[in-house]
């Protein structure tokens, strides 16, 4: 089962698949970022951004458009090269969310966009507030596919019956010990149904699976979805949950 394999070896896995990781996974919307901005009380203009398993950059470079002077966090070697292609203006450092290689105090927002759930967080908890600054914020957001959409809901059940349970949707489970504001965002973006299915591709589930065999799947599914869209393309219906906690002064 693909889940006996340990979580960092399967985040690992994304550096086998960084370049349709880029091309293929959602962008945030753009409430998360004002979310963000008004549960930590500051602009992200001009803040000190930490973006940990920053992958290729996704959060990055809307935290950089929006004016933070951002630094990616991020341990693979193959999602480094593509963070560098895709923001080369960006600095980027080598490290986990266990472990953050930046000074202590030297932040005003450490985010994990759809990274949390590969931290251990009774170190990572600690990494994140040394190097943020007294009022400095931990932020946490994913995007997951919305299962209150029934074709979504059976394909995450397919996807359970081939793969194992837990494998799909994030552990949105936030660490104890800090005061937490959440929200949940809906949105979705409209793509054909072979964009769809690379991006599914791209979960690291599918990627430790191994080529040959997700091949099966992801052929299995289209024949699913060609039922329910013959036209080919979809609405990609997502929830993206985000959690903000301050930093005590």
């Known amino acids: 089962m693909t889940y006996d394999i340990p979580a960092h070896e399967r985040a690992l896995a994304f550096d086998r698949a960084a370049g349709a990781y880029a091309a293929h996974r959602?962008?945030?919307?753009?409430?998360?970022f004002e979310t963000v901005e008004e549960f930590s009380g500051?602009?992200?203009?001009?803040?000190?951004?930490?973006?940990?398993?920053?992958?290729t950059g996704i959060a990055a470079r809307d935290l950089?458009?929006?004016?933070a002077r951002v630094v990616g966090v991020e341990p693979g070697a193959g999602m480094a090269a593509q963070f560098r292609r895709e923001l080369p203006g960006v600095p980027l450092v080598r490290g986990d969310g266990n472990r953050l290689p930046l000074a202590d105090g030297s932040l005003d927002l450490v985010s994990y966009a759809q990274s949390w759930h590969w931290t251990d967080p009774a170190r990572a908890v600690p990494s994140a507030l040394r190097a943020l600054r007294p009022g400095g914020a931990l932020a946490l957001w994913w995007n997951d596919p919305d299962p209150s959409v029934s074709w979504v809901a059976e394909q995450g059940a397919r996807i359970e019956e081939w793969l194992g349970p837990g494998c799909y949707i994030s552990n949105l489970e936030t660490p104890a010990g800090l005061c937490?504001?959440?929200?949940?965002?809906?949105?979705?973006?409209?793509?054909?149904?072979?964009?769809?299915?690379?991006?599914l591709a791209t979960?690291?589930?599918f990627i430790v699976l191994g080529e040959p065999r997700a091949s099966v799947f992801l052929a299995v599914e289209r024949k699913h979805l060609a039922r329910h869209f013959p036209g080919g393309e979809l609405d990609e219906p997502y929830v993206t949950s985000v959690a903000v906690a301050v930093r005590p002064a």
């Not at 959602?26 to 998360?32: D, E, L």
């Not at 500051?42 to 992958?55: E, F, I, K, S």
């Open 42 to 55: 500051q602009r992200l203009a001009g803040a000190r951004v930490a973006d940990v398993g920053t992958g």
């Open 64 to 67: 950089h458009e929006r004016g």
């Open 26 to 32: 959602p962008q945030y919307p753009a409430a998360v």
């Open 203 to 205: 979960h690291s589930a």
């Open 180 to 199: 937490w504001r959440t929200r949940t965002l809906r949105w979705s973006r409209r793509v054909s149904v072979d964009f769809h299915l690379a991006k």
